[in-house]
């Protein structure tokens, strides 16, 4: 469970910082 979790938070990261550097 704990690494399901973390690797969804690291994946989420990764989108989020791809759609900045796309937004900006």
Do not use: I, P, S, W
């Not at 973390?6 to 989420?12: I, K, Q, S």
């Amino acid at each position: 469970m704990t690494t399901t979790l973390n690797n969804a938070g690291e994946l989420r990261e990764q989108g989020n910082q791809a759609f900045k550097q796309e937004h900006f």
